[in-house]
């Protein structure tokens, strides 16, 4: 076994007796089925730690991930993250502090109390502000990659789906999903910030289940990007899972804006262009897997 080895779950242990002698496989947990999948084998360590052992592909985002953390956990901040323990060079696995907390049930948000409904708002809202504005140093900002796909190619990307939507299918007229996208396009000035791009609700722990303590995880996927596309990913959760009126939906998003500062007039329409790029892409995927499967 050398370090090209494709990791599996069957061989992940034997994995780290080569690379990391220093874990004892004995105090490793794996946590239910998520050690399985993923871009990661994750395991409970001892009592206090959880341990990530990367898939060879995702070995340089899981450093990424520590070097965020790292950076992060040094910083006094409306939020906190996992405290970073230990990576190796290569980003083969980390160890990150196990977090006292826990995640919200998405169906948890329907029965919020206006006060409970404003504690996370306040909560994400500030907290997403201080991370789009930080200024990152160079040392963190070298692990992380500018998007491949900023507003200019999502618009073309996006008009490409529409016209193979519109050839394909006369099930769906596209000329509201168009209309929109002209009207849209000139707010869509790019702007640059780190984002974490991956906003799930199982993403934000609250420490005891505490609102106003917040503890957002999983940095891998953080890029260089627009801001808005944190609060897109979030708004398109929250009106994919929540009671399809978007009653619910809306009121969580107004909760987040309200406290969520920025100088991007356009902000809203941003949010609006991903809610339907989104839509357009599930019906382009729709129709395309019909077509490679007719049966």
């Not at 034997?14 to 004892?24: M, Q």
């Not at 323990?85 to 977090?99: N, P, Q, R």
């Not at 609102?211 to 959760?237: G, N, V, W």
């Not at 339907?276 to 049966?295: D, H, M, T, W």
Request: glycine share 4%; charged share 25%.
């Amino acid at each position: 076994m050398d370090q090209t080895t494709e990791i599996t779950a069957e061989n992940v242990c034997d994995f780290l007796k080569k690379f990391a002698a220093d874990i004892s496989i004995e105090n490793l947990k794996p946590i239910s089925n998520r050690h399985r999948g993923g871009d990661n084998f994750t395991f409970y360590y001892r009592d206090n730690a959880i341990l990530k052992v990367a898939r060879n592909a995702y070995r340089p985002l899981l450093l990424k991930e520590f070097k965020i953390t790292e950076y992060l956990h040094t910083l006094s901040m409306p939020f906190t993250v996992a405290k970073p323990i230990m990576v190796h060079e290569s980003g083969f696995y980390a160890m990150f502090s196990k977090i006292n907390g826990a995640s919200l049930p998405i169906e948890a948000l329907e029965g919020f109390t206006a006060g409970e409904l404003e504690s996370f708002g306040k909560s994400l809202g500030t907290s997403l502000t201080f991370l789009h504005r930080h200024k990152f140093p160079d040392e963190v900002l070298d692990y992380i990659p500018h998007a491949a796909d900023p507003f200019a190619m999502a618009i073309r990307d996006t008009r490409q789906k529409l016209a193979f939507i519109a050839e394909d299918t006369v099930e769906i007229d596209i000329h509201q999903w168009s209309e929109k996208l002209e009207n849209l396009q000139e707010s869509l000035d790019q702007r640059w910030a780190v984002v974490h791009t991956d906003l799930q609700i199982n993403h934000l722990f609250f420490v005891q289940k505490n609102l106003e303590q917040l503890t957002i995880i999983d940095f891998a996927d953080a890029l260089l990007h627009d801001p808005a596309i944190d609060l897109s990913e979030f708004a398109i959760e929250m009106y994919s899972d929540l009671p399809p009126d978007g009653i619910v939906a809306k009121k969580v998003i107004d909760a987040v804006l309200k406290y969520y500062q920025t100088d991007d007039t356009t902000i809203i329409e941003k949010i609006k262009f991903g809610l339907l790029v989104f839509e357009i892409g599930r019906a382009y995927q729709r129709i395309k897997n019909s077509k490679i499967n007719p049966n």
